[in-house]
């Protein structure tokens, strides 16, 4: 989550300080079918070259059944900007059970009136009139197709039986059996998905079921009957990829360590998680970042993360939520938010964040409601924060290819999740877009951070200071010896000639590195109990980079 070239400004690659690393392997615009699996990647089934999904969530699946926003932007422009303007590569599209066991053959008309929406029906009129006499099913097949034109993939997300907002512990939607999740039902519907998007190239997964939760969940009946739907999906279409989703509003598949699944779809299985801070105490990550980072990470590592990393049987898994108030004001969210992306990164997930909406036709009773976690604003005009492209860039480019040749050196770059960007070619040491790091060969903790091809390395001075770029013979000594530090082992820490730890850090207001005392950390390179400060400006992280040469 390419076949564009970019043209960058001539470089003298003799210098030292201007050796660039270009991830060149950008997934906008890419788009293959049908795709497969290998090992913990999603690959081109006819190359076998991996394929990432960067998606973004646009939500079908409440009440009027078609995709929000069709009353605020024309599709085509929607799906320009999904692309050219955010620079996703996959949309996770979501639907309704009902929308194909019980309403197929309501139109789009029908449904807004069914509502009393006649202010959005007017809407729906000027921004797209071809879908109004359209079906539900139709209108949402005329986006996927429109998708589908602007090589954009699609996910199709199995999100609510009945059509409504997501996800009440108590709701009847929430696992088998409960009032508005009948699973024979499902299942069906399941099918007809499956059916009529088969031979359809911008369909290149579906997903089965959106946070399983609530009171009746238990892992017997998750293995009954999503392994009855994952099969029912893989005979009528088995072109595309089957997405398992776990129990516990998709926070936990644990039981797949001792349990594995009893069918085979033939290298189409991925699973799911979400990684949400909703819940989580505000003052641990206010006072206690480095550590709460750590808990958190370790908790989505171990309940989901693990499938990535099993011995001789590692699986795809798909981060198909995660989201945060856009708008920046909620402190919280925004250092969750920092702490995920070094994960993303540093994993290189496949992944889909939530959401596009800037505003909801219907949602909780409430007639064209804003929502703030959106990459569009209210209108649906522009971005609700520029930003959030910016940050999000890095972990949108194939950071680990997957290839079947012969590995490449162990190299790096040093990622700045706050930012969103990487340290650059210059010999000041700045940030720049991660597509023009510096390349970087750290064989060990403890040991030197080298420019990559070149006899030169990393190398504190003082205190306030920049780092400068040694020659090989300063490259063992202790101010050239690198360690990763603290509970979240996002700081990077060496050594003044006075002996005193100091870190890497991004200055705010010129984007150059610099050494500083380590925030929240003691004297021995520990968290603090109690931190005022926020350490992410000092996140510097090392992210391996395998790469594929063209």
Not at 132 to 145: C, G, K, P, R, Y
Request: charged share 20%; with cysteine; hydrophobic share 35%.
């Amino acid at each position: 989550m390419t076949s564009s070239v970019h043209i960058l400004p001539s470089l003298n690659m003799s210098s030292p300080f201007t050796y660039v690393f270009i991830l060149h392997l950008f997934v906008l615009h890419s788009h293959s079918f049908p795709l497969s699996t290998s090992s913990r990647w999603i690959v081109d089934e006819n190359t076998g070259d991996r394929v990432k999904l960067a998606c973004v969530n646009w939500p079908g699946h409440l009440h009027v059944m078609i995709p929000e926003g069709l009353n605020k932007r024309p599709m085509k422009d929607i799906v320009s900007d999904i692309s050219h303007k955010m620079g996703f590569n996959c949309v996770r599209l979501t639907w309704a059970t009902y929308m194909y066991t019980r309403y197929s053959n309501l139109t789009v008309s029908e449904s807004l009136d069914r509502w009393n929406l006649t202010a959005t029906k007017e809407g729906v009129a000027r921004n797209n009139p071809e879908v109004l006499e359209m079906s539900i099913v139709e209108a949402q097949n005329a986006v996927v197709n429109a998708m589908g034109k602007g090589k954009i993939m699609v996910v199709l997300d199995n999100h609510i039986s009945l059509p409504e907002w997501c996800c009440g512990y108590n709701d009847g939607n929430g696992f088998f059996g409960d009032e508005y999740f009948d699973p024979d039902e499902w299942v069906r519907g399941l099918v007809v998905v499956a059916r009529c998007y088969k031979g359809n190239p911008s369909v290149v997964a579906m997903s089965m079921r959106n946070e399983l939760r609530g009171p009746r969940q238990n892992v017997t009946t998750w293995y009954e009957y999503m392994q009855q739907g994952g099969a029912a999906i893989h005979h009528e279409n088995p072109d595309i990829l089957v997405i398992f989703s776990g129990l516990s509003y998709d926070t936990n598949l644990g039981f797949l360590k001792t349990q594995p699944l009893s069918i085979s779809l033939d290298n189409k299985l991925v699973f799911e998680s979400h990684w949400y801070s909703f819940g989580q105490p505000y003052d641990k990550w206010i006072f206690q970042t480095n550590d709460y980072c750590a808990t958190v990470t370790k908790l989505f590592m171990d309940n989901s993360g693990f499938l990535l990393r099993m011995s001789g049987n590692a699986v795809p898994l798909f981060l198909s939520e995660f989201g945060l108030d856009q708008r920046g004001g909620n402190e919280m969210e925004n250092r969750y938010f920092v702490c995920l992306l070094a994960t993303v990164a540093e994993i290189d997930i496949d992944w889909a964040l939530w959401q596009l909406p800037g505003s909801y036709m219907l949602r909780e009773g409430k007639v064209d409601m804003e929502d703030v976690y959106g990459m569009y604003d209210f209108m649906w005009k522009k971005l609700r924060n520029s930003t959030m492209v910016d940050r999000l860039r890095f972990v949108q480019t194939m950071i680990q290819g997957y290839d079947h040749g012969p590995s490449n050196q162990a190299s790096y770059v040093l990622y700045h999740p706050l930012s969103g960007q990487c340290v650059g070619p210059s010999h000041h040491l700045s940030m720049t877009s991660c597509r023009h790091a510096s390349h970087w060969i750290h064989e060990q903790d403890g040991g030197s951070i080298q420019l990559m091809n070149t006899h030169h390395c990393l190398t504190a001075i003082r205190q306030g200071m920049s780092p400068i770029i040694s020659h090989l013979d300063n490259c063992s000594t202790p101010e050239s010896s690198w360690n990763v530090v603290s509970s979240s082992k996002h700081h990077l820490a060496s050594k003044d000639s006075q002996g005193n730890n100091l870190c890497l850090e991004v200055d705010a207001f010129t984007l150059k590195i610099v050494t500083n005392k380590c925030l929240c950390l003691g004297d021995d390179l520990r968290d603090v109990i109690k931190c005022d400060d926020n350490p992410q400006s000092q996140w510097l992280k090392l992210i391996p980079i395998s790469r594929i040469d063209q």
